[in-house]
């Protein structure tokens, strides 16, 4: 069993940066693929990014490359997401999310993860 809380949502200014963290505790945080995914009001959730146990291999979703960068800290069990640049779009409930991938190629999919953090939401204000 995987616990995860996410934490540093909050309010922002389009152009405004924010920092999620999410903190896992239970089983070895190094056999994990960590991933984000963002679920907007009458959305599906939807893939953000993800990284390996590693942190050699990330991967990110079209509409925040470049903007977003995930990271992790296997001795803090913490993953990491800087938000940079932030549009009125990115508003959404944020989710940490904990899987055992065989390969990244399907980091993507919600269906990958096995646990999954409580959410924090992140509202960007135009």
């Known amino acids: 069993q995987v616990q995860l809380v996410e934490s540093g949502g909050g309010l922002v200014q389009a152009g405004g940066s924010l920092r999620l963290s999410c903190a896992a505790s239970?089983?070895?945080?190094?056999?994990?693929?960590m991933g984000w995914f963002r679920q907007a009001p009458g959305k599906e959730r939807e893939f953000v990014t993800a990284?390996?146990?590693?942190?050699?291999?990330?991967l990110y979703a079209g509409s925040v490359k470049g903007r977003f960068t995930i990271s992790r800290d296997n001795a803090k069990n913490t993953v990491y997401l800087q938000m940079n640049s932030l549009k009125p779009e990115d508003t959404a409930v944020y989710y940490c999310?904990?899987?055992?991938?065989?390969?990244?190629?399907?980091?993507?999919?919600?269906?990958?993860?096995?646990?999954w953090g409580q959410g924090t939401q992140v509202t960007v204000s135009s």
């Open positions: 999310a904990a899987g055992t991938l065989a390969t990244m190629t399907v980091a993507a999919m919600v269906r990958s993860y096995g646990y």
């Open positions: 990284i390996s146990w590693s942190g050699g291999n990330t």
């Open positions: 239970g089983r070895t945080f190094i056999n994990y693929v």
